[in-house]
């Protein structure tokens, strides 16, 4: 097979490579914005890297993602499938035009791209956090201006749509992990948006107390719900089922990469409490904020994007996958406490030694 992949030199994207570099023998064009990057990827990587990856020079944000004409000419009718994974993975809604740009914008050059090439397949990463503000996630498509927390979410909504409008053309998928941690086996995670972001938050505002060495027993509060979940789940499974969907996608299914038994909230901080050796955090519910002190406000504004995550709990439905998976050796995610300590650990065992 002959797969073409945005997003390479990213969390997800670097780990799907090094899977099908391992696990297949396809040739694997990369499109990527930055060369440097990617040839230091590439170098790192084990194997057959060199004959295997051709490096495109790349940029979604382009019409055909900057590809040249005459690029595109030696492409046409080679590419089987499509992985479109590149994307701006930022909640803020100051960033809102950016991430229609990329992610919006950016899936509708790489759906024009592949339909010139004669692409077979596209397969788009979503994100399971499309499900807005419902509490159930379905495997379906939601409603174009279903209710949402911010312009990452709605930017993927409506690429999903897009992606879905495609079908009379090549056979698209859609796949939606929820929040992506570190690998199950190595804790290994190179990231940092979503819980990466937060934990580098909770870290920053523990440097800060500690200089000031303000009283050990003061206790912190964030806001959020001690019992709804966070739904984690690890890059290597998530990058494991993109690799079987090569041979094993159905064309117009959509399938959620999620947890099955999430962890709450109270167990997830006291990790991160534990990894963080920083005890004077808990969790606040229903509170009013000008009732916290002037830390907490602080602490609570460097987080407040993911307050929508932590106050409330989704459970999703992840049928297809499961069916996606069965008679593989790709396991339904079953990640114990144990496991996650050791993934929350690992990031705060590389920051430390960053910082040394
Ligand atoms: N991380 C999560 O928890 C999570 C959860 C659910 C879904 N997802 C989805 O999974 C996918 C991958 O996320 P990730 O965490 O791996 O993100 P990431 O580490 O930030 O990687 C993003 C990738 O997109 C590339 N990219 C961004 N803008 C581009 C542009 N204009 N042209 C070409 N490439 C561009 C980046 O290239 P550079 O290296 O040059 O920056 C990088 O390779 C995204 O679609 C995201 O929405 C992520």
Redesign the pocket.
């Known amino acids: 097979m002959t797969i073409l992949l945005?997003?390479?030199?990213?969390?997800?994207?670097?780990k799907l490579l090094n899977n099908l570099l391992e696990t297949t023998d396809h040739t694997l064009f990369v499109?990527?914005?930055?060369m440097e990057?990617a040839e230091k990827l590439v170098a790192n990587l084990a194997g057959q890297a060199d004959s295997r990856i051709k490096l495109l020079h790349?940029?979604?944000?382009q019409p055909f993602?900057?590809l040249s004409e005459e690029t595109i000419q030696q492409l046409t009718g080679k590419v089987d499938l499509f992985y479109?994974?590149?994307?701006?993975?930022k909640f803020d809604e100051e960033l809102r035009e950016e991430l229609f740009t990329?992610?919006y914008g950016?899936t509708e050059h790489a759906l024009e791209l592949a339909v010139t090439l004669h692409v077979k397949q596209f397969l788009y990463?979503?994100?399971?956090?499309t499900v807005g503000k419902r509490s159930h996630g379905v495997e379906e498509l939601y409603p174009i201006n279903s209710e949402i927390h911010n312009p990452?979410e709605e930017s993927?909504v409506k690429s999903e749509h897009l992606v879905l409008s495609y079908a009379d053309q090549m056979a698209v998928s859609i796949f939606?992990?929820?929040?992506?941690?570190g690998d199950s086996e190595t804790g290994e995670a190179?990231?940092?948006?979503?819980?990466y972001g937060f934990m580098r938050a909770l870290d920053v505002f523990k440097r800060r107390v500690i200089r000031k060495a303000s009283n050990a027993d003061t206790i912190y509060h964030v806001i959020g719900s001690k019992n709804a979940t966070s739904n984690l789940v690890p890059v290597n499974y998530v990058a494991d089922i993109l690799a079987l969907a090569a041979k094993k996608a159905e064309a117009g299914v959509i399938y959620n990469i999620t947890n099955p038994s999430p962890a709450t909230n109270y167990d997830l901080l006291t990790m991160i409490k534990n990894a963080l050796n920083f005890n004077q955090l808990a969790i606040i519910e229903d509170v009013d904020v000008q009732t916290l002190t002037t830390e907490e406000q602080q602490l609570n504004g460097m987080i407040s994007v993911f307050n929508a995550y932590l106050s409330r709990s989704f459970n999703f439905d992840d049928s297809n996958t499961q069916r996606l998976i069965e008679g593989t050796a790709v396991q339904h995610l079953d990640m114990n406490d144990k496991t996650m300590q050791m993934i929350i650990d690992a990031y705060f065992n590389v920051r430390v030694d960053d910082v040394n």
């Open positions: 945005t997003g390479s030199t990213g969390f997800l994207g670097g499109l990527v914005r930055d990057k790349g940029d979604i944000t993602c900057g479109h994974i590149a994307a701006l993975v990329v992610n950016g990463v979503s994100t399971a956090y990452y993927k939606r992990p929820s929040i992506i941690v190179d990231s940092e948006f979503t819980l």
